[in-house]
Protein backbone atom coordinates (compact mmCIF):
# COMPACT_ATOMS: atom_id res chain seq x y z
CA UNK A 1 0.00 0.00 0.00
CA UNK A 2 1.15 3.41 -0.61
CA UNK A 3 0.07 7.05 0.49
CA UNK A 4 -1.99 7.30 4.22
CA UNK A 5 -4.40 4.86 4.90
CA UNK A 6 -7.04 5.25 7.37
CA UNK A 7 -9.52 2.35 8.86
CA UNK A 8 -12.04 2.23 9.74
CA UNK A 9 -13.69 4.98 7.13
CA UNK A 10 -16.81 4.54 9.16
CA UNK A 11 -17.50 4.41 12.34
CA UNK A 12 -21.09 4.79 14.79
CA UNK A 13 -20.44 4.29 18.35
CA UNK A 14 -22.72 5.32 21.68
CA UNK A 15 -21.72 7.93 24.42
CA UNK A 16 -20.41 4.93 26.39
CA UNK A 17 -18.28 3.04 23.94
CA UNK A 18 -14.01 2.84 23.46
CA UNK A 19 -13.02 2.95 19.70
CA UNK A 20 -9.50 3.54 18.02
CA UNK A 21 -9.18 5.12 14.81
CA UNK A 22 -5.89 3.76 12.72
CA UNK A 23 -3.58 5.68 10.34
CA UNK A 24 -0.78 4.56 9.04
CA UNK A 25 1.64 5.78 6.37
CA UNK A 26 3.95 4.85 3.55
CA UNK A 27 6.10 7.66 2.87
CA UNK A 28 8.83 8.10 5.27
CA UNK A 29 7.39 10.81 6.69
CA UNK A 30 8.67 11.44 10.10
CA UNK A 31 5.56 13.81 11.33
CA UNK A 32 1.68 12.60 11.81
CA UNK A 33 -1.50 14.63 12.21
CA UNK A 34 -5.09 13.94 13.27
CA UNK A 35 -7.60 16.83 11.78
CA UNK A 36 -11.08 17.31 13.15
CA UNK A 37 -13.71 17.94 10.07
CA UNK A 38 -16.96 19.47 10.61
CA UNK A 39 -19.69 20.85 7.92
CA UNK A 40 -19.00 24.11 7.26
CA UNK A 41 -15.86 24.87 9.59
CA UNK A 42 -12.71 24.81 8.80
CA UNK A 43 -10.26 22.14 9.29
CA UNK A 44 -8.84 21.86 13.03
CA UNK A 45 -5.95 20.72 13.95
CA UNK A 46 -6.08 18.61 16.92
CA UNK A 47 -2.58 16.18 17.37
CA UNK A 48 1.02 16.65 15.85
CA UNK A 49 3.94 14.29 16.05
CA UNK A 50 6.68 14.74 15.07
CA UNK A 51 9.57 12.12 15.15
CA UNK A 52 7.04 10.41 17.22
CA UNK A 53 6.93 12.69 20.09
CA UNK A 54 3.61 14.91 20.62
CA UNK A 55 4.57 18.30 19.74
CA UNK A 56 1.02 20.06 19.31
CA UNK A 57 -2.44 19.35 21.07
CA UNK A 58 -4.65 21.83 20.60
CA UNK A 59 -6.57 21.81 23.43
CA UNK A 60 -8.59 19.00 22.49
CA UNK A 61 -10.57 17.88 25.25
CA UNK A 62 -9.33 14.21 27.31
CA UNK A 63 -11.82 11.90 25.36
CA UNK A 64 -9.55 12.27 22.83
CA UNK A 65 -6.41 10.11 23.12
CA UNK A 66 -3.71 9.89 20.29
CA UNK A 67 -0.73 7.24 20.71
CA UNK A 68 2.16 7.12 17.84
CA UNK A 69 3.66 3.97 18.28
CA UNK A 70 6.32 4.71 15.89
CA UNK A 71 7.02 6.69 12.68
CA UNK A 72 4.10 4.68 10.53
CA UNK A 73 1.71 4.03 13.08
CA UNK A 74 -0.98 6.81 14.74
CA UNK A 75 -4.32 6.41 16.68
CA UNK A 76 -7.41 8.06 18.09
CA UNK A 77 -8.57 6.47 21.13
CA UNK A 78 -12.11 7.74 21.94
CA UNK A 79 -13.82 7.51 24.85
CA UNK A 80 -17.20 8.70 25.97
CA UNK A 81 -17.84 10.73 23.42
CA UNK A 82 -20.54 13.40 23.00
CA UNK A 83 -22.65 13.84 19.75
CA UNK A 84 -20.92 16.98 18.75
CA UNK A 85 -17.92 14.70 18.13
CA UNK A 86 -19.77 13.52 15.25
CA UNK A 87 -16.92 14.27 12.24
CA UNK A 88 -14.81 13.41 9.71
CA UNK A 89 -11.45 12.74 11.38
CA UNK A 90 -8.38 12.83 8.53
CA UNK A 91 -4.92 11.91 9.44
CA UNK A 92 -2.29 13.46 7.37
CA UNK A 93 1.77 12.92 7.90
CA UNK A 94 4.47 15.50 6.08
CA UNK A 95 8.19 15.24 5.90
CA UNK A 96 9.38 17.83 8.43
CA UNK A 97 12.78 19.00 9.29
CA UNK A 98 14.35 18.29 5.92
CA UNK A 99 16.63 20.57 4.08
CA UNK A 100 14.81 20.44 0.95
CA UNK A 101 12.13 22.99 1.97
CA UNK A 102 9.96 22.30 -1.64
CA UNK A 103 8.35 19.30 0.54
CA UNK A 104 8.51 20.86 3.94
CA UNK A 105 4.81 21.62 4.73
CA UNK A 106 3.44 19.87 2.58
CA UNK A 107 0.16 17.69 3.92
CA UNK A 108 -0.58 14.11 2.65
CA UNK A 109 -3.93 13.16 3.83
CA UNK A 110 -5.47 9.41 4.46
CA UNK A 111 -9.19 9.50 3.30
CA UNK A 112 -10.83 9.89 6.87
CA UNK A 113 -13.16 8.09 9.12
CA UNK A 114 -16.66 9.23 9.13
CA UNK A 115 -17.63 8.77 12.87
CA UNK A 116 -21.00 9.33 14.07
CA UNK A 117 -22.11 9.89 17.70
CA UNK A 118 -25.18 8.48 19.11
CA UNK B 1 -2.45 35.69 12.90
CA UNK B 2 -2.35 34.41 9.73
CA UNK B 3 -6.05 33.62 7.96
CA UNK B 4 -7.41 32.67 4.24
CA UNK B 5 -10.93 33.82 3.42
CA UNK B 6 -12.33 32.16 1.09
CA UNK B 7 -15.26 34.38 -0.17
CA UNK B 8 -17.24 32.01 -2.33
CA UNK B 9 -18.99 29.32 -0.28
CA UNK B 10 -20.51 27.25 -3.65
CA UNK B 11 -19.88 27.70 -7.20
CA UNK B 12 -21.75 26.35 -10.34
CA UNK B 13 -20.32 26.30 -13.82
CA UNK B 14 -20.89 24.52 -16.72
CA UNK B 15 -19.20 22.06 -18.35
CA UNK B 16 -16.39 23.17 -20.21
CA UNK B 17 -16.89 26.64 -19.32
CA UNK B 18 -13.75 28.66 -17.37
CA UNK B 19 -12.88 28.30 -13.65
CA UNK B 20 -11.64 31.16 -11.09
CA UNK B 21 -11.75 30.13 -7.30
CA UNK B 22 -10.98 32.73 -4.83
CA UNK B 23 -8.19 32.99 -1.67
CA UNK B 24 -7.30 36.12 -0.37
CA UNK B 25 -4.94 35.55 2.57
CA UNK B 26 -3.48 37.50 5.52
CA UNK B 27 0.61 36.76 6.56
CA UNK B 28 2.83 39.06 7.98
CA UNK B 29 5.57 37.45 5.63
CA UNK B 30 6.16 36.06 2.81
CA UNK B 31 3.81 33.24 2.65
CA UNK B 32 3.80 29.61 1.16
CA UNK B 33 0.32 29.14 -0.27
CA UNK B 34 -1.48 25.90 -1.53
CA UNK B 35 -4.26 24.58 -3.06
CA UNK B 36 -5.92 21.25 -2.25
CA UNK B 37 -9.26 19.25 -3.76
CA UNK B 38 -11.37 17.29 -1.76
CA UNK B 39 -13.79 14.84 -3.57
CA UNK B 40 -16.51 13.29 -1.71
CA UNK B 41 -15.64 10.59 0.79
CA UNK B 42 -12.16 10.97 0.14
CA UNK B 43 -9.52 13.14 2.39
CA UNK B 44 -7.61 16.42 1.11
CA UNK B 45 -5.35 16.14 -2.30
CA UNK B 46 -2.84 18.68 -2.64
CA UNK B 47 -3.57 20.31 -6.49
CA UNK B 48 -0.44 22.76 -6.39
CA UNK B 49 1.69 24.73 -3.84
CA UNK B 50 3.66 28.69 -4.09
CA UNK B 51 6.95 28.48 -2.20
CA UNK B 52 9.00 31.44 -4.36
CA UNK B 53 9.93 32.64 -7.74
CA UNK B 54 7.32 32.69 -10.59
CA UNK B 55 4.03 33.84 -9.18
CA UNK B 56 1.93 31.71 -11.86
CA UNK B 57 2.28 28.01 -10.47
CA UNK B 58 0.80 24.74 -12.26
CA UNK B 59 -0.73 22.18 -10.98
CA UNK B 60 -1.96 18.94 -11.10
CA UNK B 61 -5.50 17.92 -13.58
CA UNK B 62 -4.72 21.43 -15.41
CA UNK B 63 -5.14 23.64 -12.62
CA UNK B 64 -3.25 26.97 -11.98
CA UNK B 65 -3.36 29.69 -9.54
CA UNK B 66 -1.21 33.06 -9.13
CA UNK B 67 0.06 34.92 -6.85
CA UNK B 68 -0.30 38.47 -5.83
CA UNK B 69 1.14 40.00 -3.35
CA UNK B 70 -0.47 43.37 -3.86
CA UNK B 71 -3.68 41.91 -3.28
CA UNK B 72 -3.08 39.39 -0.51
CA UNK B 73 -4.37 36.79 -3.24
CA UNK B 74 -3.65 33.24 -4.38
CA UNK B 75 -6.82 32.53 -6.68
CA UNK B 76 -6.91 29.23 -8.69
CA UNK B 77 -8.25 28.75 -12.35
CA UNK B 78 -8.61 26.62 -14.66
CA UNK B 79 -9.59 27.32 -18.54
CA UNK B 80 -11.88 24.42 -19.13
CA UNK B 81 -13.61 22.25 -16.61
CA UNK B 82 -14.73 18.86 -16.45
CA UNK B 83 -17.62 16.97 -14.77
CA UNK B 84 -14.74 15.27 -12.62
CA UNK B 85 -13.83 18.54 -11.45
CA UNK B 86 -17.00 18.75 -8.82
CA UNK B 87 -15.50 18.85 -5.65
CA UNK B 88 -14.59 20.82 -2.55
CA UNK B 89 -11.62 23.08 -2.84
CA UNK B 90 -9.58 24.62 0.36
CA UNK B 91 -6.89 26.52 0.17
CA UNK B 92 -4.27 27.41 3.13
CA UNK B 93 -1.41 29.41 4.07
CA UNK B 94 1.92 28.30 6.01
CA UNK B 95 5.12 29.77 7.55
CA UNK B 96 6.69 28.17 4.62
CA UNK B 97 10.14 26.53 7.03
CA UNK B 98 10.67 23.20 8.13
CA UNK B 99 9.15 21.59 11.10
CA UNK B 100 6.19 23.81 10.31
CA UNK B 101 3.27 22.26 8.31
CA UNK B 102 1.23 22.12 11.55
CA UNK B 103 0.72 25.80 11.59
CA UNK B 104 -1.06 25.61 8.25
CA UNK B 105 -4.27 27.50 8.26
CA UNK B 106 -6.98 26.24 5.84
CA UNK B 107 -9.70 28.58 4.30
CA UNK B 108 -13.44 27.12 4.87
CA UNK B 109 -13.63 25.52 1.36
CA UNK B 110 -15.53 26.29 -1.89
CA UNK B 111 -17.83 23.81 -2.83
CA UNK B 112 -17.87 23.68 -6.67
CA UNK B 113 -21.01 21.82 -8.51
CA UNK B 114 -20.32 21.41 -12.47
CA UNK B 115 -23.48 21.15 -14.64
CA UNK B 116 -23.26 19.18 -17.99
Known amino acids: ETGVTQTPRHLVMGMTNKKSLKCEQH?????MYWYKQSAKKPLELMFV???????ENNSVPSRFSPECPNSSHLFLHLHTLQPEDSALYLC?????????????????FGAGSRLTVL | AQSVTQPDIHITVSEGASLELRCNYS??????LFWYVQSPGQGLQLLLK??????LVQGIKGFEAEFKRSQSSFNLRKPSVHWSDAAEYFC??????????????FGTGTRLQVTL
Open chain 1, 27 to 31: LGHNA
Open chain 2, 27 to 32: YGATPY
Open chain 1, 49 to 55: YSLEERV
Open chain 1, 92 to 108: ASSHEWDTDLAGANVLT
Open chain 2, 92 to 105: AVGAGRAGTASKLT
Open chain 2, 50 to 55: YFSGDT
